[in-house]
């Protein structure tokens, strides 16, 4: 890892949806929901909502209630913030004890699960959606008896038009059942798909909405095929709809009775497409859940949607919704959509059974055969997120997925099923020619630096007596903290590969300290100088070196303290991936910040708040500089005052040019690399000069005004 990697490292709303969704069950016609139960519950105590997804593939929704809650069991994905997917979902209830009334609403149209307890509306899924044609939902007797029961309880459904009253229990249980019913003959059910599949085609290739009369956006019109595929009746082990190059769709049947382990899938290869085919392999324990279903179905059927187009996953708007989510600083679009490989993005679903969290060794496995990336390409493996913690309208996500990637293809291991592709990473990294070159100045840089900056202190040390303006303590200050970065930067690199976990975390803390206590040392002279700048002669304050010496030491101890606190994982082993060659990449480690929005918001922030400040007083001493009347030595300040932007870490700012491409990008890399590896050494080198200069210089005398006034800038510095 070099010096500029490590700097470019530094710089590397929700809303309230509770009242749309009371307005929309409120304004709903009678029996729209799919499913609507109602009640009356006495609240004896402070009590919370308690909601998971159900396990089994038995399709049913249980309500029990309790003294402390009621714990609500449905099969579809939980909207949890900050947790697993599929992870329990808690709402706590209102405070004042008494009788509310609830509503528990299944809106499939919208995908919305929502519970209503008295005046409030609390959303457990809004991706309540299921491959069922016509979902018929009938009461179960159950043995829920007991106190506290629920009363006044009736419920509602596609097939119950009316409500339908229910006796006093502890509990209830209502089992999801598909009619088959769609509207059409069965023999007419490959048409319906295909029609659907063909219209939404022409949607993808004319980059228009889709299906006319539906407002729905092309990412759910893509999960409605998706659901109708999963009903479709045939004859034979597999169905294929569509030739095309867009998108083309498989269902393969399962026997409830196969005993083969796994199952795979292998689509053709074409020559001359950048993803030329794919292969899903699904694990073996996806399929014992089949063969103990209780359910009228025959076989489970697995659908593989093919699809070459970016649209139904750049989370599209129009109209005043586009007006409205730019508002919000949304972005219509996810900004990653662009750089899927070959557009490519492959679909699995299982039936009606969700999957999700598999254990380690029974993932499922997709292969992208593709061509070879470019050297500076690192493949990610992504699927469509439009859970909560994702964007408004879905974005990528690589949580819970792993990749292999090689020459001419990527693997991706998932725990979950869903619409999958591979996203290419750009990676800044240069070739490894250059690689080795900055390595070898890094650390050479970092020695000599470390070395100067220590000699220089000790010659300040032996000569103290003779220092008394407190500039010169600020720059030995700055000095020790070049030191401490160096040291801690030279220890952490040959550190993360062979140490332990606390090891680790000791020198990534302790080159954070370093890192903030030089640019806060950075700050502070160009705070020296704007007093210099300001007031030749400086007004005296009480203890002003200690107190320099809190802001300068303390300060980068408290944030890194207060990191430290917060969450002890922010600091560990921290991999960067070095392309050798176009085929291959090794990983250099180094103890480091793991978190990302550290480096971007404290880093990055701080850096860009000195740099912009010492900026600014550099060119204020220039200024002043340039007033003086005695042209023959404003030179030799001028000159002097490069030396001293060394001082203030205005090279740091070439770390921003390393952003450009080309021939550019790599002079500013070099130049990064070299200057402020070794800033303790011309720190030195001023210092040495200036202080020769300040002997050389002693027995001059001025006598105007601005003679003294120059004198006292170049002693002063």
Request: charged share 15%; proline share 4%.
């Given at each position: 890892m070099t010096y500029w990697a490590f700097l470019r490292g530094l710089m590397l709303c929700n809303v309230c949806f509770a009242p749309v969704y009371a307005a929309g069950i409120s304004g709903t016609k009678e029996h729209e929901e799919d499913f609507r139960f109602c009640g009356h519950r006495m609240q004896t105590r402070k009590s919370s909502i308690h909601y998971k997804m159900q396990k089994d593939t038995l399709m049913s929704i249980l309500i029990v209630n309790s003294r402390d809650g009621l714990n609500i069991t449905?099969?579809?994905?939980?909207?949890?913030?900050?947790?697993?997917?599929?992870?329990?979902?808690?709402?706590?209830?209102?405070?004042?004890?008494?009788?509310?009334?609830?509503?528990?609403?299944?809106?499939?149209?919208?995908?919305?699960?929502?519970f209503q307890y008295g005046s409030k509306n609390y959303t457990l899924s809004k991706r309540a959606n299921y491959s069922l044609c016509s979902p018929n939902i009938s009461e179960e007797n159950t043995n829920y008896t007991g106190t506290p029961v629920l009363y006044n309880v009736s419920y509602a459904s596609k097939k119950v038009s009316s409500n339908a009253s229910l006796p006093d229990l502890l509990g209830y249980n209502f089992v999801i059942k598909d009619s088959g019913k769609c509207g059409f003959a069965s023999s007419d059910q490959e048409n319906y798909a295909d029609n659907l599949r063909k219209d939404l085609e022409y949607a993808l290739t004319s980059n228009k909405r889709g299906?006319?009369?539906?407002?729905?956006?092309?990412?759910?019109?893509?999960?409605?095929?998706?659901?109708?595929?999963?009903?479709?009746?045939?004859?034979?082990?597999?169905?294929?709809?569509?030739?095309?190059?867009?998108?083309?769709?498989?269902?393969?049947?399962?026997?409830?009775?196969?005993?083969?382990?796994?199952?795979?899938?292998?689509?053709?290869?074409?020559?001359?497409?950048?993803?030329?085919?794919?292969?899903?392999?699904?694990?073996?324990?996806?399929?014992?859940?089949?063969?103990?279903?209780?359910?009228?179905?025959?076989?489970?059927?697995?659908v593989l949607m093919d699809i070459t187009s970016q649209l139904p996953f750049q989370a599209r708007i129009w109209g005043k919704d586009y007006e409205f989510f730019q508002k919000q600083g949304w972005p219509p679009r996810d900004p990653n959509a662009s750089q899927i490989v070959g557009k490519k993005v492959i679909g699995i679903s299982l039936g009606n059974s969700p999957v999700f969290g598999l254990p380690k060794e029974q993932r499922v496995v997709l292969t992208f055969w593709h061509n070879q990336l470019p050297s500076n390409v690192t493949p990610q493996c992504v699927f469509w997120d439009t859970g909560p913690n994702a964007s408004p309208l879905g974005s990528w996500s690589t949580s819970g997925c792993e990749v292999k990637g090689e020459t001419n293809h990527t693997t991706c291991l998932c725990d979950h099923l869903t619409f999958f592709a591979v996203l290419?990473?750009?990676?800044?990294?240069?070739?490894?020619?250059?690689?080795?070159?900055?390595?070898?100045?890094?650390?050479?840089?970092?020695?000599?630096?470390?070395?100067?900056?220590?000699?220089?202190?000790?010659?300040?040390?032996?000569?103290?007596?003779?220092?008394?303006?407190?500039?010169?303590?600020?720059?030995?200050?700055?000095?020790?903290?070049?030191?401490?970065?160096?040291?801690?930067?030279?220890?952490?690199?040959?550190?993360?590969?062979?140490?332990?976990?606390?090891?680790?975390?000791?020198?990534?803390?302790?080159?954070?300290?370093?890192?903030?206590?030089?640019?806060?040392?950075?700050?502070?002279?160009?705070?020296?100088?704007?007093?210099?700048?300001?007031?030749?002669?400086?007004?005296?304050?009480?203890?002003?070196?200690?107190?320099?010496?809190?802001?300068?030491?303390?300060?980068?101890?408290?944030?890194?303290?207060?990191?430290?606190?917060?969450?002890?994982?922010?600091?560990?082993?921290?991999?960067?991936?070095?392309?050798?060659?176009?085929?291959?990449?090794?990983?250099?480690?180094?103890?480091?910040?793991?978190?990302?929005?550290?480096?971007?918001?404290?880093?990055?922030?701080?850096?860009?708040?000195?740099?912009?400040?010492?900026?600014?007083?550099?060119?204020?001493?220039?200024?002043?500089?340039?007033?003086?009347?005695?042209?023959?030595?404003?030179?030799?300040?001028?000159?002097?005052?490069?030396?001293?932007?060394c001082v203030l870490g205005i090279p740091w700012g070439i770390v921003f040019f390393s952003f450009t491409s080309g021939t550019f990008k790599l002079v500013a890399i070099y130049l990064?690399?070299?200057?402020?590896?070794?800033?303790?050494?011309?720190?030195?080198?001023?210092?040495?000069?200036?202080?020769?200069?300040?002997?050389?210089?002693?027995?001059?005398?001025?006598?105007?005004?601005?003679?003294?006034?120059?004198?006292?800038?170049?002693?002063?510095?």
């Open positions: 449905a099969p579809f994905p939980p909207e949890p913030k900050g947790a697993h997917p599929s992870g329990p979902l808690t709402f706590p209830l209102q405070d004042p004890l008494g009788t509310y009334r609830f509503c528990l609403y299944w809106i499939r149209n919208t995908q919305l699960f929502v299906r006319k009369n539906s407002p729905r956006p092309l990412y759910q019109q893509l999960q409605d095929l998706e659901s109708q595929l999963g009903l479709l009746k045939f004859n034979g082990q597999n169905k294929t709809l569509g030739e095309g190059t867009v998108l083309c769709a498989h269902v393969l049947k399962v026997p409830l009775d196969r005993k083969s382990p796994g199952m795979s899938f292998k689509s053709g290869l074409e020559e001359g497409k950048d993803v030329r085919g794919f292969e899903v392999t699904l694990p073996e324990m996806l399929f014992p859940k089949v063969k103990g279903r209780h359910e009228q179905n025959s076989e489970m059927k697995v290419m990473s750009y990676s800044s990294e240069i070739d490894s020619r250059h690689q080795r070159y900055l390595s070898v100045i890094t650390y050479v840089g970092c020695i000599i630096s470390a070395v100067a900056a220590f000699l220089t202190i000790c010659f300040f040390l032996c000569s103290r007596r003779q220092q008394r303006d407190h500039i010169v303590y600020v720059h030995m200050n700055l000095l020790w903290a070049i030191f401490l970065l160096d040291m801690s930067f030279l220890i952490a690199m040959p550190l993360a590969p062979s140490s332990g976990d606390a090891a680790c975390k000791a020198s990534a803390m302790f080159l954070h300290f370093g890192l903030l206590a030089c640019l806060t040392w950075m700050g502070i002279e160009g705070y020296s100088l704007y007093r210099l700048v300001i007031e030749v002669f400086n007004s005296y304050v009480k203890h002003f070196l200690l107190k320099l010496c809190l802001v300068g030491w303390g300060l980068p101890l408290l944030l890194v303290s207060l990191i430290f606190v917060i969450n002890r994982s922010h600091y560990g082993q921290v991999s960067i991936k070095v392309y050798e060659s176009s085929e291959r990449y090794t990983n250099a480690t180094i103890c480091w910040i793991t978190e990302g929005r550290i480096n971007s918001f404290l880093n990055l922030g701080l850096l860009s708040l000195v740099l912009l400040f010492n900026s600014v007083m550099l060119a204020t001493m220039v200024r002043e500089i340039l007033k003086l009347k005695h042209w023959e030595p404003q030179w030799k300040y001028v000159v002097m005052l490069l030396g001293l932007s990064t690399t070299i200057i402020n590896s070794l800033q303790g050494f011309l720190i030195f080198l001023w210092y040495l000069a200036k202080v020769l200069q300040t002997r050389k210089s002693s027995s001059i005398q001025f006598t105007s005004s601005n003679s003294i006034r120059a004198q006292s800038f170049g002693s002063s510095l």
